[in-house]
């Protein structure tokens, strides 16, 4: 399972991801990424010490009413935490966000469905080159 320090709870981080990170989806998931270098953030922000920095990569997650009721969303939020928690090796910067958004159609699906729909996102072109870009800049 994924560990409280390593869950978004912030409302600010949440925004900041949504907004500034890049955006996959799947049949079932819509995954937004972001490496937290290619951002400028608040210096007092406490992510910017070197002690906070280094727990990454960060989960958020967004499981709606219209995913079913609260067993059901509880029980998809398990399984992503799950999911998220075997694909963390995929991440080349730990200092990143990523916050999931379920859709209704992920009520029906098994943990291995949504740990190979979340792999495959983080497996896209797009989520490839933003981690790219941020090594670029932290090799500068």
Do not use: Y
Not at 23 to 40: E, F, G
Not at 112 to 126: C, K, M, N, T, W
């Amino acid at each position: 399972m994924v560990a409280a320090a390593h869950r978004i709870s912030r409302g600010s981080d949440f925004d900041r991801t949504l907004r500034a990170g890049v955006r996959v989806t799947t049949r079932d998931l819509v995954v937004h990424v972001l490496p937290l270098s290619t951002v400028p953030t608040d210096p007092g922000d406490p992510r910017n010490t070197g002690v906070a920095v280094f727990g990454g990569p960060w989960l958020g997650l967004i499981v709606s009413k219209a995913v079913g009721n609260a067993v059901v969303r509880h029980r998809v939020a398990r399984r992503l935490r799950a999911a998220f928690a075997t694909s963390r090796d995929r991440f080349p910067i730990t200092e990143t966000m990523m916050v999931v958004r379920a859709r209704p159609s992920a009520a029906d699906c098994d943990s291995p469905e949504l740990a190979s729909q979340l792999v495959e996102a983080l497996e896209r072109r797009r989520v490839r080159d933003a981690f790219a870009n941020t090594e670029d800049r932290i090799l500068r």
